[in-house]
Nanobody, 118 residues
Framework: QVQLVESGGGLVQAGGSLRLSCTASGSTVSINVMGWYRQGAGNQRELVARVTSSGFIFYGDSGKGRFTISRDNAKNTLYLQMNSLKPEDTAMYYC????????????WGQGTQVTVSS
């Protein structure tokens, strides 16, 4: 099992910034993908961005332009820098850890709430 602990969410005014963190512990593996997803009220969960353990980054439509994903493999920690936040960014943000060996297995964090006021 892999445990994920997210932090960094909160209430911010439009135009502000937040930095989310997600630390993985437990049965982590060297080959994996970590990513951020979000789910707003009444919406489906969507990909913000993900990054492989080798550093390949992919941004979903919601993460392009204002968000930057990064990771520190030595600390098993994932980050999401969010700038120029908009009210429509308000959502629960979830960290996902996908172990790729010995088989693809997904783990989710409990989520951290981001609320952007206008």
């Amino acid at each position: 099992q892999v445990q994920l602990v997210e932090s960094g969410g909160g209430l911010v005014q439009a135009g502000g910034s937040l930095r989310l963190s997600c630390t993985a512990s437990g049965s982590t593996v060297s080959i994996n993908v970590m990513g951020w997803y979000r789910q707003g009220a009444g919406n489906q969960r969507e990909l913000v961005a993900r990054v492989t353990s080798s550093g390949f980054i992919f941004y979903g439509d919601s993460g392009k332009g204002r968000f930057t994903i990064s990771r520190d493999n030595a600390k098993n920690t994932l980050y999401l820098q969010m700038n120029s936040l908009k009210p429509e960014d308000t959502a629960m943000y979830y960290c996902k850890y996908q172990a790729l060996v010995p088989r693809a297995t997904d783990y989710w964090g409990q989520g951290t709430q981001v609320t952007v006021s206008s």
